[in-house]
T-cell receptor, first 111, second 115 residues
Framework: KQEVTQIPAALSVPEGENLVLNCSFT??????LQWFRQDPGKGLTSLLL?????REQTSGRLNASLDKSSGRSTLYIAASQPGDSATYLC??????????FGAGTILRVKS | NAGVMQNPRHLVRRRGQEARLRCSPM?????VYWYRQLPEEGLKFMVY????????ESGMPKERFSAEFPKEGPSILRIQQVVRGDSAAYFC?????????????FGQGTRLTVV
């Protein structure tokens, strides 16, 4: 059974800092891996999708990497801004595109 | 092209009543997924449907919960005889295909409160 763990559970940083969020998973037989952002009381916004055959994806200030063999992914956020404050969710895609989610990292960027 | 539409956004039900949650996928998407987010917990998969078919219901509670995705109209998640423990946010996601390059797009969720 796939298990997804995210570290740290919460993170508070000053504006402008670069930061890394970590995600690990137990079963390397994955379809893909997605990073989402969730604002309080809102839905999920897809940030990046990495196919199982890829090593990384980039979008603006975000870069996500995937190491399937070690069961790890990282989300790198450059030059953080207060608007980046949210919960970041890592989700592993299994066959059928069913997603297994981690518990999330709550990020607070202080101005 | 509107995103995934869920309604209602908030639903209050008394214990023992029925709750019906609706999800209209993005245009052109024939794959629908329901997830539940309990307070202080992560999202958990419930069920995966294509038009008129349940493909995977391994995450659905065995009793009181059912889902459908008819040929016409939205997908419905139905909870009979609700209990306090059903209070949660229920999210629907849709995708156009099933392959490793396919993103899941999520709706805003329905927040169910059982009183």
């Amino acid at each position: 059974k796939q298990e997804v763990t995210q570290i740290p559970a919460a993170l508070s940083v000053p504006e402008g800092e670069n930061l890394v969020l970590n995600c690990s998973f137990t079963d390397s037989a994955i379809y893909n891996l997605q990073w989402f952002r969730q604002d309080p009381g809102k839905g999920l916004t897809s940030l990046l999708l990495i196919q199982s055959s890829q090593r990384e994806q980039t979008s603006g200030r975000l870069n996500a990497s995937l190491d399937k063999s070690s069961g790890r992914s990282t989300l790198y956020i450059a030059a953080s801004q207060p608007g980046d404050s949210a919960t970041y969710l890592c989700a592993v895609g299994e066959y059928g595109n069913k997603l297994v989610f981690g518990a999330g990292t709550i990020l607070r960027v202080k101005s | 092209n509107a995103g995934v539409m869920q309604n209602p956004r908030h639903l209050v039900r008394r214990r023992g009543q029925e709750a019906r949650l609706r999800c209209s996928p993005m245009k052109g998407h024939s794959h629908v997924y329901w997830y539940r987010q309990l307070p202080e917990e992560g999202l958990k998969f419930m069920v995966y449907l294509q038009k008129e078919n349940i493909i995977d219901e391994s995450g659905m509670p065995k009793e009181r919960f059912s889902a459908e995705f008819p040929k016409e109209g939205p997908s419905i998640l139905r909870i009979q005889q609700v209990v306090r423990g059903d209070s949660a946010a229920y999210f629907c996601a849709s995708s156009p295909a099933v392959n490793m390059n396919t993103e899941a797009f999520f709706g805003q969720g329905t927040r169910l409160t059982v009183v």
